[in-house]
C-alpha cells in the first residue's frame, strides 16, 4: 500500500489522511459537487505515478474549461516525507469518468468501485448531522474562495490571452510596462538584466550586445529590426533593435506570471 500524503484544502486550510481513512472524514469527499477523488487518490488507486496523472488531469481541464477553469480544482497536498507542498486536482466524479476513460478496463472498475463505495456511504441515512453540517460550511467556504480568486485571477488570465493574439512586436521597454500594469513590478533595465542573465540576451559587450541569443532566435521569441540612417555627409549606417514578438510576449507573460514574480 503506497504511504497516501496528507491532502490540504487550500481553500479552507482543512487536512485529509489518505483515502483509506475517508469514512472517518467524509465531509472531505462531499461538496456541491458531490462524491470527488483527488489526483492522488486516482494515482494510488491506479497505480501510475502522479505527476503523470496530473499532466493528463490538467490537460483535460484545459481542454474542458479553459485555464480560468482549472483553478476551480486545484488543491495542494503536503508530501509525507519532505513536508513540502505539492499541487494535485480534486475532481467531481463526471470529470474522474472523463479522465480515466482512455484507462483499461481493469483500472476503470477500480475507480467505479470506489466511487461506488463513497456514495453508499454519502447515503443521507450514513451521515449524521454534524456530517451534513460540515458538508454545508465546507462547500459555502470553497465558493466564496473560489470567487475571491477567480477576481484576482481574471485579469491576468484575459491580458494573457489578449496578448497570445498579439501579431505585432514590442519593445522590451513596452513588455516592462504591460509587466508592471499586471502586478509584476520590474522596469526596463531590470528586465532587459533579466533577460541577459537567463540568455535571451547577448550579454557580451560589443555590437551585438542585447541582440537576440541564438536560443531566442530558435524559439522564435524575438526579431531584429534594422534601419538604416542617413548622415548629414550623406553616409548611412544600420542600427539593429530586438523586439519581442507575439509569440514571444506569451511566452514571457505565461513565465513571468507562472512564478509569481513580483
Same mark, same amino acid.
Given at each position: 500500500?503506497?504511504?497516501?500524503?496528507?491532502?490540504? *484544502?487550500?481553500?479552507?486550510?482543512?487536512?485529509? %489522511?489518505?483515502?483509506?481513512?475517508?469514512? #472517518? $472524514?467524509?465531509?472531505?469527499?462531499?461538496?456541491?459537487?458531490?462524491?470527488?477523488?483527488?489526483?492522488?487518490?486516482?494515482?494510488?488507486?491506479?497505480?501510475?505515478?502522479? *505527476?503523470?496523472?496530473?499532466? *493528463?488531469?490538467?490537460?483535460?481541464?484545459?481542454?474542458? +474549461?479553459?485555464?480560468?477553469?482549472?483553478?476551480?480544482?486545484?488543491?495542494?497536498?503536503?508530501?509525507?516525507?519532505?513536508?513540502?507542498?505539492?499541487?494535485?486536482?480534486?475532481?467531481?466524479?463526471?470529470?474522474?469518468?472523463?479522465?480515466?476513460?482512455?484507462?483499461?478496463? !481493469?483500472?476503470?472498475?477500480?475507480?467505479?468501485?470506489?466511487?461506488?463505495?463513497?456514495?453508499?456511504? $454519502?447515503?443521507?441515512?450514513?451521515?449524521?448531522?454534524?456530517? %451534513?453540517?460540515?458538508?454545508?460550511?465546507?462547500?459555502?467556504?470553497?465558493?466564496?474562495?473560489?470567487?475571491?480568486?477567480?477576481?484576482?485571477?481574471?485579469?491576468?488570465?484575459?491580458?494573457? #490571452?489578449?496578448?497570445?493574439?498579439?501579431?505585432?512586436?514590442?519593445?522590451?521597454?513596452?513588455?516592462? !510596462?504591460?509587466?508592471?500594469?499586471?502586478? %509584476?513590478?520590474? &522596469?526596463?533595465?531590470?528586465?532587459?538584466?533579466?533577460?541577459?542573465?537567463?540568455?535571451?540576451?547577448?550579454?557580451?559587450?560589443?555590437? #551585438? +550586445?542585447?541582440?537576440?541569443?541564438? !536560443?531566442?532566435?530558435?524559439?522564435?521569441?524575438?526579431?531584429?529590426?534594422?534601419?538604416? %540612417?542617413?548622415?548629414? *555627409?550623406?553616409?548611412?549606417?544600420?542600427?539593429?533593435?530586438? !523586439?519581442?514578438?507575439?509569440? &514571444?510576449?506569451? +511566452?514571457?507573460?505565461?513565465?513571468?506570471?507562472?512564478?509569481?514574480?513580483?
Amino acid at each position: 500500500m503506497i504511504n497516501t500524503p496528507t491532502i490540504v *484544502d487550500i481553500k479552507t486550510q482543512k487536512q485529509i %489522511i489518505g483515502h483509506e481513512q475517508i469514512v #472517518d $472524514a467524509r465531509e472531505l469527499n462531499l461538496s456541491s459537487w458531490g462524491i470527488s477523488l483527488t489526483t492522488i487518490e486516482i494515482a494510488e488507486l491506479t497505480g501510475k505515478r502522479h *505527476d503523470n496523472v496530473l499532466r *493528463d488531469t490538467k490537460s483535460m481541464l484545459m481542454e474542458l +474549461y479553459g485555464r480560468g477553469g482549472v483553478l476551480n480544482f486545484e488543491e495542494t497536498y503536503i508530501h509525507p516525507q519532505n513536508k513540502q507542498p505539492y499541487p494535485c486536482y480534486r475532481l467531481p466524479k463526471k470529470e474522474i469518468l472523463v479522465l480515466v476513460s482512455g484507462y483499461s478496463i !481493469k483500472l476503470r472498475m477500480k475507480i467505479v468501485t470506489r466511487l461506488e463505495y463513497l456514495e453508499e456511504q $454519502a447515503k443521507p441515512e450514513n451521515l449524521s448531522r454534524l456530517d %451534513i453540517l460540515k458538508i454545508a460550511m465546507d462547500s459555502e467556504q470553497k465558493r466564496l474562495a473560489l470567487e475571491n480568486e477567480n477576481r484576482k485571477m481574471l485579469p491576468k488570465v484575459l491580458f494573457a #490571452d489578449a496578448v497570445s493574439a498579439s501579431t505585432s512586436s514590442i519593445l522590451v521597454g513596452e513588455l516592462a !510596462k504591460l509587466l508592471k500594469q499586471n502586478g %509584476i513590478g520590474i &522596469g526596463q533595465n531590470r528586465l532587459f538584466s533579466w533577460l541577459r542573465a537567463n540568455e535571451y540576451l547577448i550579454k557580451r559587450k560589443g555590437t #551585438d +550586445y542585447n541582440m537576440p541569443t541564438q !536560443k531566442s532566435m530558435e524559439l522564435s521569441l524575438f526579431e531584429i529590426k534594422e534601419r538604416t %540612417i542617413v548622415n548629414p *555627409d550623406d553616409s548611412t549606417r544600420i542600427t539593429k533593435t530586438s !523586439k519581442i514578438t507575439g509569440k &514571444g510576449q506569451q +511566452y514571457f507573460i505565461n513565465l513571468f506570471l507562472g512564478q509569481g514574480m513580483k
